[in-house]
């Protein structure tokens, strides 16, 4: 269906429908994203304060056949968040709902406008003497409407899941531009389809999200972090076992780092404080979170000792303090900075079965040096089969050199993982960035059926269009 | 759209289609459900093999626009596996399709066929060293397609979630005859829309689910069981708090009991031995398992200290040995039995905001008292919101006295729920039972979106017509 663009009347039209201040002039930071791949384009700016001003929007934008793109911190990598081609789109921006509705510490619930910087609600669950694990690299900037889109994931999945898990309602603008109030605070509800999982993770092209109720959790009594070395991704697949044999639950990050990275580290980022005084090939970061009066250090120092005696590490450090926990975090939180400033040829966040990881590895290491010299930096959530495997030119080249064959890279990353079971979005999400892919490596079935919902509750397609399914 | 019988005709063509086996006589058994409230009616029923089997047999039914009824264990409760009017559909009943078709402890995940029975899962987990922590009642019946279709819950929900918290990835055939091939074994995995969780919880209205991917946890080194006497819901709910504070997720089960459904088992079913000499008002059973080296039984014992002398208990039993445990679970597992041989006027499974318990016990017993002098018991997950909250006629009257009032009795229930936030299906489902609550206590908008998404994936209507949504 043929969208228009959000142009001079459109916006003359919107501004007898909302309050002042919804309509702003659009400002570049609006047009760009975090990789700089894409330049967005904006005809109508708005930021709207309720989410009856959504409703308004998306309902003018539905009888005006305007294209709608739902803004939240802009950090997302697929470009979910910037429309380059097609009609200029209503940019919404939710900056201004960032209020905290609600917490309900004795029920373990806080409700929160889409607009929330993810920080502030950790800081508000904290004040209540409760945890809001989600945790990611973006936090200070990123907005809870955004994670929900998107399912983000980030580095406390293995214990408390991804966004979705952490949400129990939603309150959202249909594309119809009506309003469904879906904030529930119940830990089971079955009264009918799961209307909250299809809007979480759907990236905008459903609706806009414009409130969450959200789950807490207990802050655990005594955490405590480590860094472990291993000689290899199988023994820290053992390890892993081991520790959720020792502590159950309790283990919240499992990350794995490779030499690599901490070479990078040492290559652009050398103020970062790093544990060992030769990077092992490999090691892993763990925290425990335990409850009661449990010490996670001493379960550390267990855990450390029986993985010594199996042969499954062989050097480690145990924080001491909390700022030796901080140091040891600072390291896996700037591998993601110091990849950009080394600039990859390709990067690839995927997901395997646990199981497949140490094949993986070993077959895309093969894959990538037949394509070229590449050094490799493969890193991630391990616990959840994640990794951030990411490809770099060799040391003194640039990866411009190597543009030309970035797509061989990816296809041959991608091709392996979906080989294997994997998926070639483990939390970053589809956007424009992998549309293509998920067309190539999706089941088909589902992509049908995933058009056809599409098309049922945004039958003029002007939710995000472009994102997800090509249009 | 006008729909056609299951006809001699229709199983004609079936049969040239089919292997040899798949289509059978209608045995009375299928035509029934568990409360006696429907009679059945099959054309044709199907017990097929394999997911193309089902394919067939749904594809068939689309080109002939008959009704299709997925059959599962037929331990459902709100009639969603008997269709008592229309046009008499194809029963599809996998039963055979009972298959563990994979099990892998290293990755935490199993592989089953949709009419595995619940109990040879958790049975098949055990063997792997591994919990598959889905329990309810029914489950030496129950099969897991009927637990996924309808999202069931059961005791175990507080720690590890509901029957959709359990699963990684689905095989179904959707309403077109199509096979989704979903059986994703990741823990992350952002590639679209969310099919599984849609189709979690639809009672098989928009498909039928053939196998699915299924989480595992590790077993949990000790179990504790313990039923402790509190002095009121609010104090249970506070002692659910502090349980939590020690020891963390590792509570699994927070059931509360009221005198009367102990008083029941005494009145029906005396040889179930309790725990308690005098029955108090009210008790809850609470059972943790813990990782690693800790003792169950000793933080049991610190719990029942504390809440002994924060004024929270007055009075418990801790379990000694295995055979204690399952004693103190005969009783909690037979109060439904015991309700059924009484005969309920009305029988209630809601959910409701932790803090807004207690409102409605007091609220709710002073609605149905000014309707007649009913006895009322109260029992359920309580560390989920989730009571089941069922009235009975006085002693030595009979349910058949109330029938003029049970309606007023189930709308008083009901709408104090709503007004509390709750929801008048917490872990049953919709069915045809609750199909009318649906609408009438059901978000709109939501309603509307479902609709919307039932028409696009089902058409012509075949998939369990009646249920969930009226036609």
Redesign the interface.
Known sequence: MTLNAADAPFAAHLSGLLPEGVLRPVEPRYLTEPRGRWQGQAGVLALPRTVDDVATLVRAANQWRVPVLPYGGGTGLVGGQVMPDGPAPLVVSLERMNRIRAV?P??N?LVAEAGCILADIQAAAAKADRLFPLSLAAEGSCRIGGNLS??A?GVN??RYG?T??LCLGLEAV?PSG?????L????????????R??L???EGT?GIITAAALKLS?V?GSIGTAMLSVSSPKAA?ELL?LS???????VSAFELIHRQGLEFLTEVLPTVRQPFETPPEWCVLIELG???D?EASE?LEHLFETALSAGLADDGVIAQSEAQRYELWTVREHLPEANRLIGSVSSHDV?????AIPDFIKRAAAAVAEIGPFRINNFG?LG???LHYNVFPPKGHSRTEFAAVAGRVQRAVHDLVHAL??????????GRL?AD??IR???P??????R??????DPVGIMNPGA?LRT
């Open positions: 309900h004795e029920e619930v998107t399912n994931g999945v293995l991804n979705r898990d249909l009506q309003v469904w109030h879906g529930s605070r119940l830990r089971k509800d079955n009264t009918g389809y799961d209307l999982n299809l979480i993770g759907a459903l207990p655990p697949l076992s959720r044999a020792q502590v159950g639950e309790a335990l409850s009661g449990g379960a997901s395997l079965p646990l199981s959530h959840d089969g994640n079971d994997g998926s070639v979005s483990a939390e970053h999400g589809i992998k892919d998920l490596y999706g089941d079935v589902k992509l049908a059926a995933m056809a919902i599409k098309t049922a509750l997800v």
